[in-house]
């Protein structure tokens, strides 16, 4: 059994997606992002940093083995599972270089642009801009890629489902389609995929449309070095 330490985000959806598409059995642990459960001592013995996603492989040889960072995580799943990274080097960097593009450029742009977009509207004009139009320049890298293939590295594989959450909140991220139809037509493949639509909906009764109080904004948002070592 897998427990995984989960709030329905992109960076959570990621890993629900590919448990759901390797057949791992999985527990769902709440971390309630809005409430600070990321900051408890029990949570900073699993992830230093603070943040969801986490899984705890119950069944790792040697015993329960953490593992934080969704990008590792979907890296030890698709070991584990043997599926969705291939082994040939050509094939395997192929995913894992464009798993990296996201990790470093997509998810990060992503959600800053979200940041400005949707939690501080209205009150940063250039940050706004500046983030909204990288997310719409990585998504045209991606059209560039999708022009000659149905996925990213060839074969579906994890660097799919770690793009997939990012992409499809285009809508609310401020970039149409219009003239990314690779990019749409992946959306369209991702989305007839059962597994991920079973992942996108893990943990769906923990969804909240209510805005963030100012308590919750500093919480999520005023992080300091001294609020982070204060916490050791």
Known sequence: MIDLYYWPTPNGFKISIMLEECGLPYKLVPVNIGAGDQFTPEFLALNPNHRMPVIVDQDAPGGPLSVFESGAILVYLAEKAGRFLPAEARQRFDALQWLFWQMAGLGPMAGQAGHFRIYQEGKHAYATERYTTEYGRLLAVMERRLRDRDYLA????????????WVSAHEKLGQSLDELPGVAAWIERLKARPAVQRGMEAGAELRSDKPLTEEQRKMLYGQTAQTTLKKD
Request: proline share 8%.
């Open 154 to 165: 060839g074969q579906y594989s994890i660097a799919d489902m770690a793009c997939y959450p």
